[in-house]
């Protein structure tokens, strides 16, 4: 019997369960230097106006280990990017831009006006994953990533979903 179906079918990003964050911890700490454990990712997922998407691989076989995730915080009218990762194997599959573009559909959802994030200058592949979304440069914060590629430069940027 071949599965040719099941790899070729696109992640599913829904809501992250408490039993995803053993998970999204591993992910977080093999994309970042500064890891969140499972514990720290508990209480922020419990924090009213956070919003945590997995991405799953596409399956009949019922729940799926995430892919990779993202966190978002909303206050009032505008929300943040708290952080997004996939999976080292998983990227250059998109997934980080379908979670990125299920969230934006979410806060347009909540009628959230902005959505904040910083990115290091240096993560050229971010940059042009965020601009192509229709991230616009708001601002920079010079030296603010010590383990940065570059000079450590974070660029803020927007984009306006009303």
Known sequence: MSFWWFWTQPPVVEEALDE??????????ASFKHSWNTQELARMKAQDGTIFLVARRASPYGTRAPLGFL????????????TVAVSPRQRGRGIGKKLMEAGLRRLYRERCKHLFLEVDAANETAVLLYRSLGFKEVG???????????????LVMRIDLR
């Open 71 to 82: 966190v978002l915080r909303m206050a009032a009218d505008e929300a943040e990017v708290i």
């Open 140 to 154: 920079q914060r010079k030296g603010y990533y010590s383990a940065s590629g570059g000079d450590g430069t974070a």
């Open 20 to 29: 995803d964050l053993p998970k999204i911890a591993d992910i977080h700490s």
